[in-house]
């Protein structure tokens, strides 16, 4: 008898018919004699309505209570998902974070979670019921209801997985796997069979929504084997592991990219040493997180220029800081709202030369503008205008040969 922590994101759920959808596949499942416990995400579009409604009543909504606002769509999901395996005729009730409780630690609304209580939840499960949990919160230790981060399910479906040591865990959402790229934005991306820990980490965390990167991050440090599979279709998904069987030679795996960021330059600062802390650390009190960062070298040891880029929402914030900042002079201030970062993963780099070159050339070949470069072992990301993105997701797919998978 296996354990399974089966996840159910917003758009599986987002109707009646996907919540009776879903269903079946819990109890296909169950029916098969496993022990079944799920992590439901809000019904998609219920999240974001709550987010609006904190904006309308404050600009500068208590972080406590949006943690208690937000959090309420999955109570709605969960409730709706027991509700039906109920009428199917299958033992199966709805859990609340705080019910568990999963404890969390860190700030309102991106707290992590640090212990979860299984103890009536394995004798719900040994009992023969299925439990539904609320996925993306928890409970502070003094009793608050927090949220861990956006799209944050994954994570509670990966620690939930972790404490109840779970066979398998499934995230189940509405594409069949990981792909090279978004496969809504690029038509020719490819479904990736398996993905080391690493790479799903980058490619999460430069952008590609189909996992949240905390998540895959708690994968990895707990050894847990994910597998990604759409609620949609009945087919074999993608599997993110550590397990070196049967990995294909690619060099790059996948493309990312990301939405909403911001190039922000400082011209003529006056140069120093420090003066790249000092810009950076009323940025980082007001946890504006800042991403690829480009100084000039100073010729004369006097002026220098520096790129930096952050999330285009916190642009507003971060000029007033700038402007407000005694400890720094400098000529002009420039920002650039429609940029975005594209990056190409693949541990497969660090043992291949050139890549860089050929990354570098299929743009140039596309007359597409580099604005900043990043690079790490496993991957290299460009900035560049958010009018070229498309062009040059397809002109990487291609030197790459993932068209060709
Ligand atoms: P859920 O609500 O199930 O958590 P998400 O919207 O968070 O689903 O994630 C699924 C979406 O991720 C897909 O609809 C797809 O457009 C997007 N996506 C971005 N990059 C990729 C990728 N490389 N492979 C698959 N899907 C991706
Ligand atoms: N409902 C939450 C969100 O929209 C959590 C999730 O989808 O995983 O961010
Ligand atoms: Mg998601």
Known sequence: MKTI???FGGTSVGTIDRIKKVSKIIAFYKKKKNKVLVVSSA??????ELINKSKLIS????????DALVSTGEQVSCALIAGRLKHNGFKSRSWTSWQLPILTDGPHSSARISSLGIKELNRYINSGGIPIITGFQGVSKNLRITTIGRSGSDATAIMLAKFIKADECIIYTDVDGVYTTDPRQYKKAKKIKKIFYDEMLEMAS???KVMQPTSVQDAKLNKIDVEVKSSFVSKSGTLITNSKKAFSDQIITGISSTKNDAKITIVGVKDRPGVAA?????????????DMVVQNISLDGKETDLTFTIKADDLKKTEKLIKQNKKISFKKL?????VSKVSIIGVGMITTPGITYRMFQALASKKINILVISTSEIKISVLVSVK??????????????LDKL
């Open 5 to 7: 922590v089966l996840k």
């Open 43 to 48: 019904m998609s579009g219920v999240t974001n």
């Open 59 to 66: 600009s500068n909504f208590d972080r406590a209570e949006y």
């Open 206 to 208: 430069l952008g590609s």
């Open 278 to 290: 000092s810009i950076f650390k009323p940025l980082s009190k007001n946890l504006i997180n800042v």
């Open 334 to 338: 420039s920002f650039d709202k429609g």
């Open 388 to 401: 070229h993105v498309k062009k040059a997701i397809a002109a990487l797919h291609k030197e790459f040969k």
